[in-house]
Nanobody, 116 residues
Framework: QVQLVESGGGLVQPGGSLRLSCIAS????????MGWYRQAPGHTRELVAT???????DYADSVKGRFTISRDNAKNTMYLQMNSLKPEDTAVYYCNAHHWPSYYYWGQGTQVTVSS
């Protein structure tokens, strides 16, 4: 079992920045990759960014060049630095962990609202 707790969401003006954090606990040794997803009202949950144990990253086209995903393995923490935020980035952001061999865990989500 893996427990994930997100933090760092909030209200920010367009063009602003936020940094989300996700702390993992439990069977963290079996995690092979982690990621951020988001879900806006009336929309399905979508991939934002992923990072594997080798440090390889992948991003949705809509956030490339604006968002950066990273991990601090010593702290069992994953981050999402979000810059140049747009109103369309407004969503609940979820942390996800892929645990070997094929278990997936989710955090409770953190709200990000981009509005003037």
């Amino acid at each position: 079992q893996v427990q994930l707790v997100e933090s760092g969401g909030g209200l920010v003006q367009p063009g602003g920045s936020l940094r989300l954090s996700c702390i993992a606990s439990g069977s963290v040794f079996g995690i092979v990759a982690m990621g951020w997803y988001r879900q806006a009202p009336g929309h399905t949950r979508e991939l934002v960014a992923t990072i594997n144990n080798g440090g390889d990253t992948d991003y949705a086209d809509s956030v490339k060049g604006r968002f950066t995903i990273s991990r601090d393995n010593a702290k069992n923490t994953m981050y999402l630095q979000m810059n140049s935020l747009k109103p369309e980035d407004t969503a609940v952001y979820y942390c996800n962990a892929h645990h070997w061999p094929s278990y997936y865990y989710w955090g409770q989500g953190t709200q990000v609202t981009v509005s003037s």
